[in-house]
């Protein structure tokens, strides 16, 4: 008999992979500033907790990406055992807001991070320096058929709840002190990785 598993959807920037903190290693000593992770209260606007433009901030992360740096970013504690766990009871993907100029180098991190644990990857090509149709997660949603997600980002979540999908969210400093609708299937914040696998591997 053929089972078939729930789709969980698995964002990876400040899920999977440590990306803000290894861009800010990056950064730093180029720009001769001390951002650290923690001040980000927002998220989807780097330039603005940085004092500069949208565009200086993406163009130094896609010089980042495409640097070793972006096949080497630490990956979140706690990702690697959930991932394992969770490959037992779920079909797992990735919907992600980067960039489709960033899939060879996000398909071999995953690939090398994860095991080829994540079956498919799909990019809504936000942050892109060159134009192309964004996606919301909302429309992965629909594309990859994934019920519930694990996400960093409010709005992602909210659109993603929305249309019926449980969200389970990460602590970040972009969404610790945001109060979030009641009337959303939207769970968390959670402080790790082992809390939410726990909530995943229980209902
Ligand atoms: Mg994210």
């Known amino acids: 008999m053929v089972v078939e598993l729930e789709t969980l959807g ?39 907790i940085m004092g500069v ?20 970013i630490p990956i979140i504690s706690g990702s690697q055992q959930a991932i394992a766990s969770l490959r037992t009871r779920y079909q797992l993907v990735s919907p992600t807001y980067r960039s489709t100029c960033f899939e060879d180098i996000t398909k071999k991190y995953l690939d090398s991070n994860f095991q080829r644990a994540i079956s498919s990857v799909e990019f809504a090509n936000h942050y892109s320096t060159n134009g192309g149709q964004k996606l919301s997660k909302a429309d992965l949603a629909r594309k990859m ?47 790790n990785w082992p809390e939410i696998t726990t909530e995943l591997m229980r209902n």
């Open 145 to 191: 058929g994934f019920t519930r997600l694990v996400e960093d980002q409010i709005h992602a979540a909210i659109e993603c709840a929305e249309v019926g999908v449980k969200v389970y969210l990460l602590k970040s400093p972009w969404n610790e002190n945001v109060p979030l609708p009641t009337d959303l299937p939207i769970f968390g914040p959670f402080n």
């Open 10 to 48: 698995i964002d990876i920037d400040e899920v999977l992979a440590d990306t803000l903190n290894s861009f800010l290693g990056f950064y730093n000593p180029r720009n001769e500033t001390d951002f650290k992770r923690q001040e980000f209260y927002v998220y989807n606007d780097w330039g603005k």
């Open 53 to 72: 433009s949208e565009q200086h901030a993406m163009s130094e992360f896609h010089e980042f990406m495409f640097s070793p740096g972006g096949l080497t």
